[in-house]
């Protein structure tokens, strides 16, 4: 198997898994609150959706343009404090009473209330109050979609955040503030939008019971479609929330069942996979038929790329009609949008911001605050610290490793070659990791040490063999016997680098990284060691250089009873980032930095003895003094060579 089929088959298990083992609404209902928490989670926003109280939107008007059918406010609003967001608002003329509102999210588009104006000026003019927002990325105050897409901003996996969180929760603000109006009747909202804010629709819905109606356009496709069609590639990062519970965009549409839900979607889009929006649309359709409420989802299909179309314009229009205003009336008769640009507003009259956007904006920044980052856990005694790792290793068993198997296969140890230089035993091993997939160990054994022996297991990094391995035994003391491991990505199962940024992205995907693989791997080079009868139970040790050292350390923590953990050159914290092809620091995890970070990890592997070779970063004084308050049997040692360890 190669990293390729082992994603693809994966991401396969997740599609074919979802929506499945409800028979009745019953099934349902017992496990909705739970999914909806867990969708909740994937998007970063369970700390903003449990606020007791939402921060003021100090929702401010700069301008008003006046127009035959509607009024055209320009504002914006701030979704948490200076977290600005820009918009337009419709407003109908001649009201009769309150009136449904229509959130229209905006797609990737330059100028967005200026490309997409005419869907929310058709709404006004059929009578729904509209208002259009725009994203982070490409509205008035320009942020970051493309954290892994474009600047190798990996640490994103694992503070657990996406640009979709923020995105949805800019939108459940939105609609805090058409509640707030008084045109609007607050119990008839719906929202629509394409591409990305096709997406934004599926989630918003999903995430806001306010919500009545929706209609995604060009924003439909499953985990499957997006590894093994390989159209991730031309995703930005906002399409995804984190999935450490393995879900696919059927698990998403059943929080919003049994609401009204049109997907339209084109033929030959570049990127949304035609054959997996239907069978989306399958598995939702059976899952409304099952709530009783199967007239209430539809797919409309439009032939070209991606974009919209007049047949998916008008269905949209009439969906929203019948659902929100009890009206039925043909889609002649609603007629499309305006076509032609020259007949609406320009930018420039579109435009919220006079002159320069607030200084004091947190739109840029808002990646690195959005999420919160855990603080250093506070042990005073060895009752807490293990009270406190028990905790910890059973959060990110959920949170980071769900992905593990459940049922871990056999090992199916088999030794493929014995070698014999006179002074050494040598052993070539394979063992399964998992799903029939092989990894290599190279043991070597001192024949004049005693046994039970000692052994030192060493996960290679990026770009290192069994065969070129020399200079890490060269360094490995004498009196050890040594384990040199070929974690997937190293050896036999290397992959070019070529393909780094693909297998980072797509292994998110599928609830894992790259980097949660390789601890797998290791904990399973671990149980190796445990079967063989000659080496020392009590003193197995674990060796790790830069990349390799987050993951012996998760490797230790999860695993325990190690006797050593040796580092060389650690990195200093897992909230770092890589470089914009995938290559370096391939160290996330999912989730972690929520709960912990590798300085944490290592203080709370006491007694286990770590020893630094050479500097280690200042982050880990936090783990030396952890180790002294706590005392022996740990200890912390720092040497200028591994060869000096005893």
């Not at 719906?190 to 819905?205: F, H, L, N």
Request: hydrophobic letters at 40%; glycine letters at 6%; aromatic letters at 12%.
């Amino acid at each position: 198997m190669n990293i390729y089929d082992y994603l693809c088959l994966k991401a396969k298990e997740i599609t074919n898994r979802s929506l499945t083992g409800f028979e009745k609404p019953e099934d349902w209902k017992r496990v909705r609150e739970q999914r909806y928490n867990e969708f909740i989670s994937m998007l970063g926003l369970s700390e903003y959706i449990n606020l007791p109280e939402r921060p003021s939107l100090n929702t401010k008007i700069t301008g008003r343009i006046e127009r035959e059918k509607y009024t055209i406010y320009k504002i914006y609003y701030e979704s948490l404090p200076k977290l600005y967001v820009t918009g337009n608002l419709y407003i109908p003329k001649d009201m009769k009473g309150k009136a449904p509102a229509i959130l229209y999210l905006s797609g990737h588009a330059l100028h967005q209330k200026y490309h997409y104006q005419a869907h929310p000026k058709k709404f006004a003019e059929l009578g729904f109050v509209s208002l259009i927002i725009e994203t982070i990325q490409l509205g008035e105050i320009p942020g970051y979609h493309h954290g892994t897409y474009r600047y190798g901003m990996f640490n994103w996996y694992s503070l657990g955040y996406t640009p979709a969180g923020v995105e949805v929760w800019n939108a459940i603000r939105a609609i805090d503030l058409l509640q707030s109006l008084s045109e609007v009747d607050t119990n008839k909202i719906g929202v629509t939008g394409i591409s990305g804010g096709g997406a934004m629709t599926w989630y918003t819905a999903a995430a806001d019971p306010r919500v009545k109606v929706a209609a995604t356009v060009c924003g439909t496709a499953t985990i499957e479609s997006h590894i093994c069609k390989r159209t991730i590639n031309g995703h930005c990062d906002c399409m995804f929330w984190i999935n450490n519970y393995m879900w696919d965009l059927a698990d998403v549409g059943a929080l919003i069942a049994p609401k009204p839900l049109l997907i339209a979607s084109a033929k030959n889009d570049w990127i949304f996979d035609i054959e997996s929006v239907r069978l989306i649309y399958r598995k939702l359709k059976a899952f409304y038929k099952m709530l009783g409420e199967e007239d209430k989802i539809m797919l409309v299909e439009t032939p070209g790329p991606h974009s919209y179309h007049e047949a998916s314009r008008k269905a949209i229009f009439k969906w929203f009609l019948k659902y929100l205003k009890d009206i039925e009336v043909s889609e002649e008769e609603i007629g499309d949008i305006e076509l032609d640009f020259e007949k609406l507003e320009p930018i420039e009259t579109l435009t919220v911001f006079k002159s320069d956007y607030p200084v004091d904006e947190r739109v840029t920044t808002v990646q690195e605050w959005f999420i919160k980052v855990a603080d250093a856990p506070n042990i005073t005694s060895r009752e807490e610290l293990f009270k406190y790792k028990e905790y910890l290793k059973n959060v990110l068993m959920k949170e980071t490793f769900s992905a593990f198997p459940e049922s871990p296969e056999p090992l199916d140890l088999k030794v493929e070659l014995e070698q014999d230089d006179g002074f050494n035993s040598g052993y070539l091993l394979s063992f399964n990791v998992e799903n029939g997939w092989r990894i290599y160990m190279h043991l070597i054994k001192p024949k004049d040490i005693d046994t039970p022996t000692k052994i030192i297991l060493v996960p290679l990094n990026y770009g290192q063999t069994l065969r070129n391995s020399r200079r890490i035994l060269d360094d490995l003391p004498k009196t050890w016997a040594k384990a040199i491991l070929e974690v997937r990505g190293t050896g036999m199962n290397s992959w070019s680098k070529e393909i780094e940024w693909f297998l980072r992205r797509s292994s998110m995907l599928t609830g894992r990284t790259l980097a949660s693989i390789r601890v797998y791997d290791v904990i399973r080079g671990i149980e190796v060691l445990n079967n063989i009868d000659w080496i020392d139970k009590r003193k197995i040790s674990l060796y790790g250089e830069r990349d390799m050292a987050a993951v012996v350390l998760y490797s230790a923590f999860l695993k325990g009873n190690i006797n050593t953990v040796v580092l060389k050159n650690p990195p200093p914290s897992q909230n770092i980032n890589s470089n914009p092809d995938g290559t370096g620091n391939v160290i996330e995890m999912l989730n972690c930095l929520r709960y912990t970070d590798l300085p944490y990890i290592a203080g709370l592997l006491w007694p286990t003895r770590i020893v630094f070779i050479g500097p280690r970063p200042i982050t880990y004084k936090w783990t030396e003094e952890l180790y002294y308050k706590i005392g022996d049997p740990g200890k912390i040692l720092r040497l200028k060579r591994i060869s000096n360890l005893e």
